[in-house]
């Protein structure tokens, strides 16, 4: 294979990886949440973790769905049975790299910022950090075999019921 055509190999998955991040945080920022287990193999896993916990190798997480039915689940409690003030959020993602794509598995990782708007108009910053992400393809879709949201804070507001 070619020097030109590895190159626009790279820069083909690069450009799918984005869209997929980029699809990914229209869908949580247009409330279409009961979309969001469709970004995930059927086993996938979602887990947020602290940088602090990550960093000493603790297992806890803040948040850890196991599968599409955990997910799901998840959506349909904050739908009908949490309560909690409204509020919207936009996430921006940067930094995307594809980090290693070897037997079917695409290896990235991104920063985060979410914004968080309460309905009285008050605008802050809700969550920071890095994701790490273990991608399939399926079909012709990529697909989040797992995606781990690796919260610069330890500090976790109460209204975590959006997904990052």
């Known amino acids: 294979m070619s020097i030109e ?5 790279q820069l083909a998955l690069h450009l799918r990886v984005n869209d997929l991040y980029a699809d990914y945080a229209h869908t949580l920022d247009d409330d279409r949440l009961e979309e969001w287990p469709g970004f995930f193999t059927e ?3 979602y887990r947020i973790v602290t940088r602090e916990n990550r960093e000493l190798g603790l297992p806890l997480s803040v948040i850890y769905c196991d599968g599409r039915g955990m997910m799901i689940d ?35 990782r991104s920063n985060f910022t979410v914004l968080r708007t309460m309905t009285s108009g008050e605008t802050s910053i809700f969550a ?3 994701t790490f992400e273990t991608l399939i393809e399926e079909g012709s879709k990529l697909r989040l075999r797992e995606r781990i949201v690796v919260l610069d804070s330890r ?9 990052l």
Do not use: W
């Open 5 to 9: 055509q590895t190159l626009n190999d």
């Open 43 to 45: 086993n996938g896993i």
């Open 74 to 108: 998840r959506i349909t409690a904050m739908r009908t049975a949490n309560v909690y003030e409204p509020h919207v959020y936009c996430h921006a993602t940067s930094d995307v790299r594809v980090l290693d794509a070897n037997n079917g598995e695409i290896r990235t």
């Open 128 to 130: 920071c950090g890095r």
């Open 155 to 163: 500090r976790i507001d109460t209204l975590l019921v959006i997904p």
